[in-house]
T-cell receptor, first 112, second 113 residues
């Protein structure tokens, strides 16, 4: 079945450091890919998405490119801030059947 | 709009007790889902629905029942609680179509002793 493998955490960075969180997926067809963020005590919020190969999703300085040849959707940010501290989830959805699969999540802590 | 609401926020059950976690959305979304979140395992899909009267099983459906009698509500029932069901439960909703995002509720933290 479909699945998502996400970089193990936790990740601790200093403010203004470069961030990469790796995400690879397994799917039988052509899924849509997502990054969600969860701030402490809250539900998940969509951070960015890409619905076809070579699409780049971006939001709040975060970017991820849908790479079909490597089945990857790595999350990057050039300069992290303390306010980016959260748990980040990679997810995929194949077809429009409401069956979305998530990775294990990566906890990011940014220190001043 | 209140978005997706969940009640209760916290719940403690004894093994064998039953209860219903409530979920409601006021965005007229056809699709709704229940997930559980466990440390190191991300979110796992329990049950989902693509419209009133239609439900289906996700990755981890055992021990849970759902029904969808209205577009707005999607309750999750634990028939006989077990310690393995200790988790944080999230309800989500969205419109059909690949471009539409999921909207999540704030979660219910359930402890089964």
């Amino acid at each position: 079945g479909n699945s998502v493998t996400q970089m193990e955490g936790p990740v601790t960075l200093s403010e203004e450091a470069f961030l990469t969180i790796n995400c690879t997926y397994t799917a039988t067809g052509y899924p849509s890919l997502f990054w969600y963020v969860q701030y402490p005590g809250e539900g998940l919020q969509l951070l960015l998405k890409a619905t076809k190969a070579d699409d780049k999703g971006s939001n709040k300085g975060f970017e991820a490119t849908y790479r079909k040849e490597t089945t990857s959707f790595h999350l990057e940010k050039g300069s992290v801030q303390v306010s980016d501290s959260a748990v980040y989830f990679c997810a995929l959805s194949e077809g429009d059947n409401n069956d979305m699969r998530f990775g294990a999540g990566t906890r990011l802590t940014v220190k001043p | 709009n209140a978005g997706v609401t969940q009640t209760p926020k916290f719940q403690v059950l004894k093994t064998g007790q039953s209860m219903t976690l409530q979920c409601a959305q006021d965005m007229n979304h056809e699709y709704m889902s229940w997930y559980r979140q466990d440390p190191g395992m991300g979110l796992r899909l329990i049950h989902y629905s693509v419209g009133a009267g239609i439900t289906d099983q996700g990755e981890v459906p055992n021990g849970y029942n759902v029904s969808r009698s209205t577009t707005e509500d999607f309750p999750l029932r634990l028939l006989s609680a077990a310690p393995s069901q200790t988790s944080v439960y999230f309800c989500a909703s969205r419109q059909p179509g690949l471009v539409y995002e999921q909207y999540f509720g704030p979660g219910t933290r359930l402890t089964v002793t």
